[in-house]
């Protein structure tokens, strides 16, 4: 069975750092597209970042900002999270996909994490 786990959130002010990490379990992802996706309170839950064999990819409001990274021999993937701003506000889930690749969008992913909170104070 396959599990995803996160941690690393928590509250930190505008400007500071979090590292989040998804440690997997139950398959073998170094050969997987994974991905981080991010949800506030009343929106959709939307694309941050994924990792592939050719390196990360961002959407618009993180890059520069954010990088992901994964340890194959942990089966683990962190995204380090910089210059936060109130508006990273979200529950940040880690996601893989069925098969080894994925884009960008929600429906690809198949296996989720619980998520962890992120709060960026002004």
């Known amino acids: 069975q396959v599990q995803l786990v996160e941690s690393g959130g928590g509250l930190v002010q505008t400007g500071g750092s979090l590292r989040l990490s998804c440690a997997a379990s139950?398959?073998?992802?170094?050969?997987?597209?994974m991905g981080w996706f991010r949800q506030a309170p009343g929106k959709e839950r939307e694309f941050v970042a994924r990792?592939?064999?050719?390196?990360?990819l961002y959407a618009e409001s993180v890059k520069g900002r954010f990088t992901i990274s994964r340890d194959n021999a942990k089966n683990t993937v962190y995204l380090q999270m910089n210059s936060l701003k109130p508006e990273d506000t979200a529950v940040y889930y880690c996601?893989?996909?069925?098969?080894?690749?994925?884009?960008?969008?929600?429906?690809?992913?198949?296996?989720w994490g619980q998520g962890t909170q992120v709060t960026v104070s002004s």
């Open positions: 139950g398959r073998t992802f170094s050969n997987y597209v």
């Open positions: 990792i592939s064999r050719n390196g990360g």
């Open positions: 996601a893989a996909p069925s098969f080894g690749r994925a884009g960008i969008a929600v429906q690809e992913y198949e296996y």
